[in-house]
């Protein structure tokens, strides 16, 4: 099944900086909105926030993480970033990305595993 593929997960000491990227299939990537997720051990998945598609790009981002996370994309390279700063324990948890609309999700990838820890 094709799936998005997530990378750039590591072992980060609180207060430091990660740049996760999203492999997205197909050649339709650069019209979906697109998402950043993310699972905290032993809590349901959470959506972190999304980036337009098309001609307009509009970020939106859950408030935990507004200043210091930032999606970006290159449609040329079919992939999406997410760029984390000042890296909280509570940012820890297993990462994935996904079409924003629910109803039109991928089936999931593997995520990839970010832990902020001194």
């Given at each position: 099944?094709?799936?998005?593929?997530?990378?750039?997960?590591?072992?980060v000491?609180?207060?430091?900086?990660l740049?996760?990227a999203?492999?997205?299939?197909?050649?339709?990537?650069?019209f979906?909105?697109m998402g950043?997720?993310?699972?905290?051990p032993?809590?349901?998945r959470?959506l972190v926030?999304?980036?337009?598609?098309?001609?307009i790009?509009l970020?939106?981002?859950?408030?935990s993480?507004k200043?210091?996370?930032?999606?970006?994309?290159d449609?040329a390279k079919?992939?999406?970033?997410?760029q984390?700063?000042?890296?909280k324990?509570d940012?820890?948890?297993v990462?994935?990305?996904?079409r924003a609309?629910?109803?039109?999700?991928?089936?999931?990838?593997?995520?990839t595993?970010v832990?902020?820890?001194?």
């Amino acid at each position: 099944q094709v799936r998005f593929v997530e990378s750039g997960g590591d072992l980060v000491q609180p207060g430091g900086s990660l740049r996760l990227a999203c492999a997205a299939p197909g050649n339709t990537f650069r019209f979906y909105t697109m998402g950043w997720y993310r699972q905290a051990p032993g809590k349901e998945r959470e959506l972190v926030g999304t980036i337009t598609g098309g001609a307009i790009t509009l970020l939106n981002y859950v408030e935990s993480v507004k200043g210091r996370f930032t999606i970006s994309r290159d449609n040329a390279k079919n992939t999406v970033y997410l760029q984390m700063n000042s890296l909280k324990p509570d940012d820890t948890g297993v990462y994935y990305c996904n079409r924003a609309d629910r109803n039109n999700w991928y089936p999931w990838g593997q995520g990839t595993q970010v832990t902020v820890s001194s």
